[in-house]
């Protein structure tokens, strides 16, 4: 069995790298830091970002990252607690609780007064989906 003495791994794009993709990601995250919760502005950027990087996902635009074959045994105690949460959630807004059982964006609405903390969190939203195009 004949082995290759050398290994070439193709080298990323010059926008794909660290260097290039999160600066870029903090521009965007400090533009939609900006713009007001809820407003016709905020809910137009959030789409054309979302979009963006829903045609760059399903395009082969972007390299991809291998997916992980299998799930570990311990990912059920990560999946649990959050798909007990989102049951709470979801039950909280349907039935209109209010402020007896407020929902977690009532609960994060005053944290998310600070353009700052809006940007940061935008920042980790447009992480999480940059990580998600790349699979």
Not at 8 to 21: M, Q
Not at 24 to 30: A, E, I, K, Q, R
């Amino acid at each position: 069995m004949d082995h290759p003495r050398e290994l070439t791994v193709p080298e990323p794009r010059v926008w794909d790298r660290p260097v290039v993709s999160v600066p870029v990601l903090v521009c965007l995250s400090l533009v939609g830091g900006q713009l007001p919760s809820f407003s016709t502005q905020a809910n137009l950027y959030t789409l054309g970002t979302g979009g963006a990087l829903i045609w760059l996902g399903l395009g082969n635009r972007v390299p991809r990252r291998p997916a992980p074959r299998r799930l570990g045994a311990g990912a059920l105690w990560w999946v649990l607690p959050a798909a007990v949460f989102g049951v709470f959630e979801g039950a909280t807004f349907v039935l209109h609780a209010g402020d007896d059982f407020p929902t977690l964006s009532r609960l994060a609405d005053p944290l998310l007064e600070d353009e700052l903390v809006r940007s940061a969190a935008w920042f980790a939203w447009l992480a999480a989906f940059w990580g998600l195009v790349r699979r």
